[in-house]
């Protein structure tokens, strides 16, 4: 029996180098500065009409009410009608695992399994092999459009974004000289976080240790004080419809025991994924309560689901997050996907691009109530997560953030693909960081038409919006 090799035959670093160099042809540094609507383009709210379809109706239109509120709450649930719009133009070729959301909001403080506090990317529902610049213009485009919310002039936009992208290009370049395990353990830690902070502006860099002392008070028994109450049961979550809904006050379900057997299912099939040790781990809780809950702006709609579990007694919780996962909104742009099971995509993805991730992570399959099969991966739900607003900051901090963020994404980016032809590619001078200034700035307007279109569509009756 022949066993195939994990191995393949791998190029030189000069013949790496040349494969990124030769990427200029297929898609030049400069070349990426233009962004122009197709003549024919598509519809932008029937993308969203057409995601709509397959999630829970009821929760639709907060879907569309918190994608009115401002451009930058539209552009956080645009992923889909932004990969329309990127999967036509030319591509360098160079591929990586992406993000496939990178909008600034979706990197944040975490903790470790080691309990750390680390900074790295946190969302990964639409992760999937593609061209590396996919997510650099996505959080560039994401970072002009939150400085626009906060009144920063054309001039300050185009630096947090000369800011981020000169933050990738320059980390890639030193992964291009590193070690490979040395590129696969390399973290953004608080420390790392402290060395930025005291190189910017004394008030920027004061806000951003402070940010990282808050995330240090987000832990999963704060969220279990926030999420839970006593009852004359004992402890359950909290009902706060239709935000969260406990299975008992679902108004579509057949019935509380069907639905209540179908998350046993989802469990179980769960725990099948995880390493043996964590299944031995997770031995130690008891089921105790579940309930439905509205999550962000791009997922409201997807069926997700907090658990709530108890080990020693009522003060030992373990709170998980179960959030479907559908087909990633690259799939059709990138070439496909090859997965069995969206949750395993997710996952996979998460753990190529996170230095760390949470020790309970995990995927699994079931088949709803209503016979369709439904993939979901299963997280702790709020544990140590530094939320930015970065439509809430000045042009120093922005950068700073900015700075952080574009570093971050070369790290993930480093592990996954390969960091001597991207670095080849970007080369050491600014063109490349010259041109996502231009197209972040023009994909900018784009969202903001877009986000018109989408208020058209509500004051005509189009589509129902509902502001919670």
Known sequence: MTVPSVFTPSLSPAERAAYGRSARGRAPRSGHARYEPARQRFDPVSVLEEQSATRVPDLVPIRYG??????????????AIM????????????????????????????????????FDIN????????????????????????????GLSVKEQNGVV??????YRERMRQFAGMRTLDVWYAQDDAERIRELASSTDGKAGRRAAKAAERARTRTHLRAFAKLTRMTAEGRRITPDPPLVTPLGRLRDRPSEAALTEEMRTLLEGYARTLPPERRHLLRHYRLVDMARKVVGVGSVGTRCWIVLLLGRDDDDPLLLQAKEAQESVLAAHAGGDLHDNQGRRVVTGQRLMQTTSDIFLGWTHVRGLDGRPRDFYVRQLWDWKGIPRPETMGPELLALFARLCGACLARAHARSGDPVALAAYLGGGDRFDRALCAFAQSYADQNERDFAALGAAFRSGRVGAKHL
């Open 66 to 79: 918190r994608m009115l509120e401002s451009p930058f709450r539209f552009y956080r649930g645009a992923a």
């Open 83 to 118: 990969a329309a719009d990127l999967g036509p133009l030319p591509d360098t070729g160079l591929r990586v695992q992406l993000c496939g959301d990178a909008h600034p909001l979706n990197f944040r403080l975490l903790a470790s399994p080691e309990r750390r506090l680390v």
């Open 123 to 150: 969302d990964f529902d639409e992760t999937l092999q593609g061209p590396f610049e996919w997510d650099v213009k996505r959080l560039a485009s994401g970072f002009v459009t939150a400085a626009r919310a906060n």
């Open 162 to 167: 000369r800011a981020c992208v000169r933050a």
